[in-house]
């Protein structure tokens, strides 16, 4: 697979992302999105060093040129079925700044632009959950379930992860 870097965004170019999101599949049917302004990369799958005693979820470390990130499988994190990697499988880098992380996920699919009126807010449920589900996307019939990049990780977890790099 073909790399493909981001670069930064300056205030301008981040109002023209506004509603922008990366969605990918976890399985035939599962849509996630995240906001494009916090990729920074895609990559394909790489090597990744385990790391003791993490949450099952957290597949270990990898180098990315240099820099030393934790790399998370997005299928183990929502309590989805684990499956074997293949040629369509790769790593959505993320870095929100408090936190840069590698997601492995099935597959990107495309960049999704959504006007606000077609974001709904998250089920109440949520608020008991983790809460890193934003809010429910939707287009032409489709739900795509929008992530919060910067609740993907409790800060318990970011503390116990920080702790072990």
């Known amino acids: 697979m073909a790399q493909i870097e981001l670069t930064e965004l300056d205030a301008s170019e981040e109002d023209a992302l506004h509603g922008k999101y990366l969605t990918f599949s976890l399985g035939e049917k599962d849509l996630f999105g995240m906001e494009i302004r916090y990729i920074t990369e895609i990559i394909g799958i790489q090597s990744v060093t385990e790391l003791p005693e993490m949450p099952v979820y957290i597949k270990g470390i990898t180098n990315l040129r240099g820099k030393v990130i934790p790399v998370m499988d997005a299928r183990l994190r929502f309590r989805k079925e684990e499956r074997g990697y293949d040629e369509r499988t790769c790593i959505i880098v993320l870095d929100t700044g408090e936190l840069s992380i590698g997601m492995i996920v099935d597959s990107v699919d495309e960049v999704l632009s959504l006007r ?50």
């Open 116 to 165: 606000d009126e077609d974001i709904s807010p998250p089920p109440d449920f949520n608020k008991v959950g983790r809460g890193y589900i934003k809010g429910i996307g939707k287009v032409e019939g489709n739900i795509t379930l929008l992530l919060d990049c910067k609740k993907l990780l409790s800060d318990e977890e970011m503390i116990e992860l920080n702790a072990s790099l």
